[in-house]
């Protein structure tokens, strides 16, 4: 479904991807962990079109297609969901308009009907359920004075909605008490099938109790330095990263399951 | 007073496309009678004479003429234009076939048509039920809707030029008492030459049953627009009333210098909103668009009143307007929600007075200025509290948008307060699309246009809000047009 082939990118002329490797499939869930300011957060939004990043190397395929001549919303029609870290403000508007509009461009590129307020109410009031959501986040402007939990599980919100062929969550478990990381996850996993797959960035295995990853992958200095199972995030959860920074043989050793 | 001009960067926008989407730019080709270019005394005397004015008005129609050559055209506010010679302009024109105003059968199909296309069907079986519409074509009113039905409520609605001869006792008090012809210079001109606009009166303990509406139409190049609206609201009443205005394409400018005049008695209330889509130009080169020099003033005369502006400003080549509120009555309330948006070579000078007279006295300003292209916009309040004004407050919040790096945003707040018990509160911010908002509208599937109409939307809700039913739609729509191109 998705790969990337030694992609190399930088902001500003500071080069902060250099040659990632990656292959998800339908089906998968892969989960990336690294140190902070290794380059997950560029990763995710490299792959979802970012103008502020320039790709300097390599591409991104999606379903056999690159991606790199696609704007960041044709990209999102394409079935690429991202949970951002820091999710945006959008004051004034409301979740409700907000998602609306984001469903029908999404029914207009299916060339399917355009769906009125009353019907998508009904939708929305559905997969508000899906993250025990209160309806009364509905009608409040989009993340504007949410806590940083709400702000996730907003996103999470927007995924059931949208029901992408990829969702990138990056860090969606920060921020999160336990009952919500569980009421998120099942979110996650309810929304998960053999057709979709998942990519959780994460730091914490606790997560990854919860939706269960087929392979971790350890991103560091812009680069996937090791791949493993899910062995590899309790490995990591005990030793921390330094006996694997340390292993120059891992460095770009990592691409993920085929 | 601050100054606040700010940029946004290159990445999030280019410079705005031209903007081929004026759809009202079409004329009618309608036989006019215009009076000679230029102005005169015996211009004024031919206006008033056409129109068969009581002696009062010729009156008052010289000694405004004669206060005007005294003055100077202001040069205080923050717009550039080529000076205006006012003897290049035609000061009275209107359809040739004078339709009687007691049947539409007899409007001249042509401009019942012209209407119809700009969205406003005057004919009995097509007209918008629940709005009156008064529809002024060039100079001139050519229609009004609904007036026998308000007027078994006791409710007039008619053309200026109606009034003067059916109800010259009611004009003849109220003209002029709020907007003197010696305020201003385009309120002096337009007090001088003013051809027609719309009158209304509510009388005491009447909620007007619908929506009264003026849609003002410029067709006859090179013709001045110097219409003059007179809204009075007795004891316990009132109205919601609208006005709307388009003009075709035109290579030179034209002038219009409006002025609207509110009376609301004790506890009555006036809901005045405008949505303005005048010509804006050439997105080029600027030329052709109105120069639109408008005065608006509303008196709350009585204890308890209320008048409340609302304003989508979004077309002219250069808007100068200060809706504002005489607060004389005890416990009145003057409100102010706008919306001007400048696109390409536009310029907007506007903003609004709020003069503290009575006790406890309120006023509310809203004011949302959008900036693309080269524009400039600029907001200009006065909140002034008199010394009579025990215990009044007043709540200003100014907010500025900017698309694009080369428009500006400029605010000047002026405070004037003699009565120290006076509460002011004023909130000002200066924001830009942000990169990271369009790209998370983005990545949701939302394109890049639709996310830039959705972000001031929200930017605007606040005065879209207070808009009457269908036309914060309307408004959303047209700034949507209006903004079409403008981000990359
Ligand atoms: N827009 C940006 N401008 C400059 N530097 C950036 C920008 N975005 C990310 N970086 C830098 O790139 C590096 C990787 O950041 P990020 O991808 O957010 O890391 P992670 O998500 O792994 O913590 C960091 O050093 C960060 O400071
Ligand atoms: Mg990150």
């Known amino acids: 479904m998705l790969t990337i082939q030694d992609l190399q990118a930088s902001v500003n002329d500071t080069s902060i991807l250099n040659g990632v490797n990656l292959q998800v499939n339908a089906g998968e869930v892969h989960a990336i962990m690294g140190p902070n300011g290794s ?47 820091y999710p945006v403000e959008v004051p004034g508007v409301s979740n409700a308009d907000f998602l609306r509009l984001a469903y029908n461009s999404k029914q207009v590129h299916n060339g399917q009907p355009e769906i009125d307020e009353d019907a998508f109410s009904d939708i929305l009031k559905e997969k508000a359920k899906i993250v025990e959501m209160d309806e009364s986040f509905i009608n409040r402007a989009v993340n504007e004075g949410f806590s940083g939990g709400e702000k996730k599980r907003n996103e999470i919100l927007q995924m059931a909605v949208l029901e992408p062929k990829l969702a990138i969550l990056d860090e969606t478990d920060s921020g999160l008490d336990i009952d919500a990381l569980k009421i998120v996850s099942a979110g996650v996993n309810k929304l998960k099938s053999k057709d979709n797959a ?24 812009g680069k996937i330095i090791k791949s493993g199972g899910r062995e590899l995030a309790l490995e990591l959860e005990e030793k921390g990263y330094d006996w ?7 460095v770009g050793a990592g691409s993920g399951g085929q | 007073m601050s100054e606040i001009k700010e940029s946004i960067s290159k990445e999030t926008v280019e410079t705005a496309k031209s903007l081929e989407t004026y759809k009202y730019g079409f004329t009618t ?42 003055m100077e055209e202001p040069e205080w506010p923050h717009l550039e234009y080529p000076p205006i010679d006012y003897q290049d302009i035609t000061y009275y024109s209107a359809p040739k076939v004078q339709p009687k105003k007691e049947s539409l059968d007899e409007v001249d199909p042509e401009l019942l048509a012209t209407f119809e296309k700009l969205g406003i069907p005057l004919s009995e079986q097509k007209r918008l039920s629940g709005v009156a519409v008064d529809a002024v074509f060039d100079s001139v009113s050519v229609a009004t809707t609904f007036k026998k039905d308000l007027l078994k409520h006791g409710v ?56 009264l509406s003026t849609y003002f139409r410029i067709n006859t190049e090179g013709s ?112 102010f929600y706008s919306v001007a948006l400048t696109n390409n070579l536009q310029q907007a000078d506007t903003g609004t007075k709020m003069i503290h007279l009575g006790k406890n006295s309120k006023s509310t300003i809203v004011s949302k200025g959008i900036s693309a292209g080269k524009s400039v916009n600029s907001y200009r309040g006065l909140v002034s509290i008199k010394k009579s004004a025990e215990g009044a407050r007043n709540y200003t919040q100014c907010d500025s948008m900017l698309i694009g790096d080369q ?27 942000s990169e990271d908002q369009l790209f998370y509208c983005n990545q949701r599937g939302i394109g890049t246009e639709e996310a830039v109409g959705l972000i001031i939307n929200g930017f605007c809700g606040d005065v879209f809000k207070e808009l009457p039913g269908e036309f914060a739609e309307e408004a959303t729509r047209l700034l949507g047009l209006k903004l079409e191109n403008s981000v990359g």
């Not at chain 1, 694997?244 to 891992?250: H, M, N, P, R, S």
């Not at chain 2, 005397?45 to 008005?57: D, G, H, V, W, Y």
């Not at chain 2, 009156?59 to 005007?68: G, S």
């Not at chain 2, 009132?238 to 030179?252: H, I, N, Q, R, W």
């Open chain 2, 224 to 335: 001045g627009q110097f219409e003059r609206t007179l809204i009075v609201c007795e004891d316990n009443s009132y109205v919601s009333y609208l006005e709307g205005c388009t003009a075709p394409k035109f290579d030179t400018n034209q002038l219009h210098a409006a002025v609207v005049e509110l009376v609301a008695n004790e506890n009555a209330e006036i809901k005045y909103s405008t949505v303005q889509n005048w010509f804006a130009g050439d997105p080029k080169t600027g030329k052709g668009g109105i120069y639109n020099f408008v005065t608006k003033r509303g008196k709350c005369a009585g204890k308890k009143s209320k008048i409340s502006w609302t304003q989508v400003e979004t077309g002219s080549a250069i808007t100068w307007k200060y809706p504002s509120c005489i607060l004389q009555g005890d416990e009145s309330v003057g409100e």
């Open chain 1, 39 to 85: 380059g997950k957060s560029t990763l995710s939004k490299v792959v979802a079109g970012h103008p502020a990043f320039e790709v300097t190397g390599g591409d991104v395929l999606f379903e056999g297609k690159s991606l790199m001549d696609l704007d960041p919303n044709e990209r999102a029609l394409a079935g690429i969901f991202l949970a951002f870290q």
């Open chain 1, 198 to 221: 998942v990519v959780v960035i994460t730091h914490y295995q606790r997560l990854l109790d919860y939706i269960k990853p087929d392979f971790v992958h350890v991103l560091a200095g």
């Open chain 2, 29 to 70: 080709d309608i036989e006019s009678e215009k009076a000679e270019k230029g102005l005169t005394e015996d211009t004024v005397r031919a206006i008033s004479k056409k129109k068969q004015e009581p002696a009062f008005m010729l009156e008052f129609r010289l000694a405004a003429f004669r206060h005007w050559l005294t």
């Open chain 2, 407 to 433: 428009c500006s945003a400029n605010t000047y707040p002026y405070v004037d307060v003699s009565n120290p018990t006076a509460q002011l509160e004023h909130e000002a911010s200066t924001s830009k699309i």
């Open chain 2, 156 to 211: 007039i609605f008619c053309s200026f030029t109606e009034a003067l001869q059916d109800y010259p006792e009611l004009v003849e008090k109220y003209l002029g008492s709020v907007v003197p012809y010696t305020d201003n210079y385009f309120a002096a001109l337009n007090a001088a030459v003013f051809s027609d606009g719309s009158f209304v009166y509510i009388p005491k303990d009447t909620t007007c049953p619908m929506e």
């Open chain 1, 244 to 250: 694997l920074l340390g292993d120059k043989a891992a």
